[in-house]
T-cell receptor, first 117, second 113 residues
Framework: DTGVSQDPRHKITKRGQNVTFRCDPI?????LYWYRQTLGQGPEFLTY????????KSRLLSDRFSAERPKGSFSTLEIQRTEQGDSAMYLC???????????????FGPGTRLTVL | GNSVTQMEGPVTLSEEAFLTINCTYT??????LFWYVQYPGEGLQLLLK?????DKGSNKGFEATYRKETTSFHLEKGSVQVSDSAVYFC????????????FGSGTRLSIRP
């Protein structure tokens, strides 16, 4: 399967614990995005990478959240000291770079559903 | 800032009925507009897109026309099927936003046989 993959698909944790999610993008895509989707809402942008550089972070991304893409391939999203409000679906997407004002389609992974008890 | 407002659901229709899901947007510049679909148990998929005013995006019998004068991008289908049951998201991206997608809140569509 050459689509975007995410691991784990589901994570249940207790408040205060740290969690880490992984995203593997489509191999030739150098842009990688993280979004968060809460129940009944559309996805909200968190951050994005071009290769290994993290170029933008939303103000939704508090200092408890950190994302990395060390070799410009897979990415990890870590949440420290989880809170019940962190419960959501975390989506990863990847795309080719934007060229000459043309938007390239973002391909989404299946998401990681986080439940904080 | 940029935003998308779409028709609240849920929407329930009978098979072969005509579908319209309204979507309006606020954006600076000239955004690209999208409809994404999320089938039960599956990830988000791009359904159709339009990148400039008066463009019509179409796919799987669905259509939407980019109307700059009314800042709208309404989704339509002439005859829905049970398999169209899903959540539909209107979305936009703009050059100034580094291609991050801004989504509406989604409309859940259920089709009765």
């Amino acid at each position: 399967d050459t689509g975007v993959s995410q691991d784990p698909r589901h994570k249940i944790t207790k408040r205060g614990q740290n969690v880490t999610f992984r995203c593997d993008p489509i191999s030739e895509h150098n842009r990688l995005y993280w979004y968060r989707q809460t129940l009944g809402q559309g996805p909200e942008f968190l951050t994005y990478f071009q290769n290994e550089a993290q170029l933008e972070k939303s103000r939704l991304l508090s200092d408890r959240f950190s994302a990395e893409r060390p070799k410009g391939s897979f990415s990890t999203l870590e949440i420290q000291r989880t809170e019940q409000g962190d419960s959501a679906m975390y989506l990863c997407a990847s795309s080719l770079p934007r060229l000459a004002g043309v938007h390239n389609e973002q391909f989404f992974g299946p998401g990681t559903r986080l439940t904080v008890l | 800032g940029n935003s998308v407002t779409q028709m609240e659901g849920p929407v329930t229709l009978s098979e072969e009925a005509f579908l319209t899901i309204n979507c309006t947007y606020t954006a600076t510049g000239y955004p690209s507009l999208f409809w994404y679909v999320q089938y039960p148990g599956e990830g988000l998929q791009l359904l159709l897109k339009a990148t400039k005013a008066d463009d019509k995006g179409s796919n799987k019998g669905f259509e939407a026309t980019y109307r700059k004068e009314t800042t709208s991008f309404h989704l339509e289908k002439g005859s829905v099927q049970v398999s169209d049951s899903a959540v539909y998201f209107c979305a936009l991206t703009s050059y100034s936003s580094a291609s991050k997608i801004i989504f509406g809140s989604g409309t859940r569509l259920s089709i009765r046989p």
